[in-house]
């Protein structure tokens, strides 16, 4: 009698409803859908049917190819030192905020009030938040980005063609390429410049207001400087010209603040006779991305009432994310900017005093900074782990990446926007270092 031959490699690879249902995959079907996991199986399925994998390695297979995200945003450690980092995101949302976040992600009242089904206020507690918040301002509006917040204000005040001034020295690049002049063109307003690039006077303004001027522009130059001989026309002497005043803060602080005198708040600026202030959320105020206006309510009612308000205003997690912000504990963002030095230097020379002597590591002084446009030449003094310029590379091919500052030559891992508590994961990405295929070693 013949002896049955092997088994086809085949015959045993898994069904696919039964790798579907394997703990591992099931959860990957939650996280990134049933459509793009059963496609990993029937490619790792394929594969051992082709003989280049053992059936019994399936489902690991699978699940290997699969992203452990639901996003193609990756998470990074924030090591440069620059706390309203744009390129990564700027303003890192409080445990708070993100709480708000998740539980306005379904059904939400919105715009409705509850005791009578009627529809109401768009985030209402939001404005009452921001109104709280700060000094004198009488409403309140939100819209999608700080830009979306200025264009509204122009659009709404000078949009049927009637003039904005604003000094030729507030003539701003805001990041990328979009500049101040075309925003306002693309409004309907006509720009009119007055006074010059480093002096301009509120004769200047005067002389050029008329029937034709439908506000006044004052921005703030928040990602340079202008020194020497120069001069600007405050808020409170713009106010006397009897017309709208728009001021453009851009970074969001909404009350002074002994660690950046110099740069302007909102209660401030509405004290001072603004009749709108325009600001980002995400900046220094520690929120989501939003546009923020704050100012008298006449005005900012008329903004509200402008067809493209609608087209501008953001969404129900941000709403929620910005409240919890304002009422909430203090934004990471503050607790970055207030660092203690002494602190960093610890962290920092704890970090460095486990590396291997191949490494050069050393503590270094690190002149943090603002970021995002705001405060530009305020230094925030810190310190740093200093490493050969190649480290930086290597340390953003870790998972987590870790983004760090090459400065001079050198890689430099600065703890200021690093919480405390994640200084393990940094400490194993340094362990790690010239191990990896991102290494110039």
């Excluded at 690991?60 to 620059?82: H, I, Q, Y």
């Excluded at 925003?183 to 050029?208: F, M, P």
Aim: include cysteine.
């Amino acid at each position: 009698m013949s002896q049955p031959g092997p088994v086809d490699a085949r015959r045993r690879v898994p069904r696919t409803d039964a790798l579907l249902a394997e703990p591992g995959l099931a959860g990957a079907v939650a996280r990134i859908g049933r459509d793009r996991v059963k496609e990993a199986v029937r490619s790792a399925q394929q594969l051992a049917r082709d003989g280049a994998i053992d059936p019994s390695e399936v489902a690991a297979v699978a699940l290997a190819s699969l992203p452990r995200r639901s996003t193609s945003l990756t998470p990074v450690v924030n090591a440069t030192g620059v706390v309203v980092h744009t390129n990564i995101g700027r303003a890192p949302l409080s445990p708070a905020a993100v709480e708000a976040m998740t539980a306005a992600a379904g059904y939400v009242d919105v715009e409705l009030d509850l005791a009578t089904a009627q529809r109401s206020r768009r985030g209402r507690g939001t404005l009452e938040a921001l109104v709280a918040a700060v000094p004198g301002a009488e409403a309140a509006l939100v819209v999608n980005n700080g830009a979306a917040a200025l264009v509204l204000a122009t659009t709404a005040l000078a949009g049927d063609g009637r003039e904005v001034l604003v000094s030729r020295g507030e003539m701003v690049e805001i990041g990328d390429g979009f500049r101040l002049p075309d925003l306002i063109a693309s409004t309907g307003a006509r720009l009119r410049e007055v006074g010059t690039t480093n002096r301009t006077t509120l004769q200047d303004y005067a002389a050029a207001t008329g029937p034709a001027t439908g506000c006044v522009l004052k921005v703030h130059p928040s990602n340079f400087r202008v020194e020497g001989f120069t001069s600007a026309v405050s808020v409170r002497e713009l106010a006397t010209l009897g017309i709208p005043v728009v001021h453009d803060i851009g970074s969001g602080l909404l009350a002074p603040h002994r660690l950046l005198p110099d740069e302007p708040d909102a209660a401030t600026a509405i004290r001072d006779g603004a009749s709108v202030v325009t600001c980002s959320g995400d900046k220094l105020l520690g929120g989501p991305q939003a546009g923020i206006v704050l100012g008298r309510a006449d005005v900012v009612e008329r903004l509200r009432r402008h067809p493209l308000a609608r087209a501008v205003r953001c969404d129900k997690t941000t709403l929620a994310a910005l409240e919890a912000t304002l009422r909430g504990p203090q934004p990471p963002v503050w607790e970055f900017l207030e660092a203690d030095a002494n602190n960093l230097h610890q962290r920092c020379a704890a970090l460095a005093a486990g590396l291997p002597d191949e490494l050069e590591a050393s503590v270094v002084p690190s002149a943090g900074v603002v970021g995002g446009g705001g405060a530009p030449g305020q230094v925030l003094p810190g310190w740093a782990v200093s490493l050969p310029e190649w480290a930086a590379a290597d340390l953003r091919a870790q998972d987590p990446p870790v983004l760090a500052r090459v400065e001079r030559g050198r890689c430099l891992v600065d703890l200021r926007c690093v919480p405390q508590q994640d200084d393990p994961t940094v400490a194993t990405a340094l362990a790690r270092l010239g191990r990896g295929p991102a290494s110039g070693r």
